[in-house]
């Protein structure tokens, strides 16, 4: 049974800095085509933030976290992580690691892209 299970979410002051990371047990990150982190703000739908391809390491970034978020893999700890610096106060959010087999760029930030999901870290940014 695949599980993915995030953690580092909390609160800080905007201008400082969080990593989250995402544990991945009963497979291996090198077995999924791209890994991803999404947010979702209350009442809106869930939007993705960052995504990286595990076979070439390419990354990609919403326009809104982009030169802010650094997405990052490492297969030989099974975990996927985010690190956020500098955060802001629209960064407030709960943020979810997924995993998934497409390959396709336009289903980076798609939902429909990823088949397996964690359960949510909060992260909350007070200015």
């Known amino acids: 049974q695949v599980q993915l299970e995030e953690s580092g979410g909390g609160s800080v002051q905007a201008g400082g800095s969080l990593r989250l990371s995402c544990e991945v047990s009963?497979?291996?990150?090198?077995?999924?085509?791209?890994m991803g982190w999404f947010r979702q703000y209350p009442g809106k739908e869930r939007e993705g933030v960052a995504a990286?391809?595990?076979?070439?390491?390419?990354?990609y970034y919403a326009d809104s976290v982009k030169a802010r978020f650094t997405i990052s893999q490492d297969h030989a700890k099974n975990t996927l992580s985010l690190l956020m610096i500098p955060v802001k106060p629209e960064d407030t959010a709960m943020y979810y690691c997924?995993?998934?087999?497409?390959?396709?760029?336009?289903?980076?930030?798609?939902?429909?892209?990823?088949?397996?999901w964690g359960q949510g870290t909060q992260v909350t940014v007070s200015s």
């Open positions: 990286i391809y595990t076979g070439s390491g390419r990354t």
């Open positions: 009963g497979s291996t990150t090198s077995n999924y085509a791209t």
């Open positions: 997924a995993v998934g087999f497409n390959r396709q760029p336009r289903g980076l930030f798609s939902r429909s892209g990823y088949a397996y």
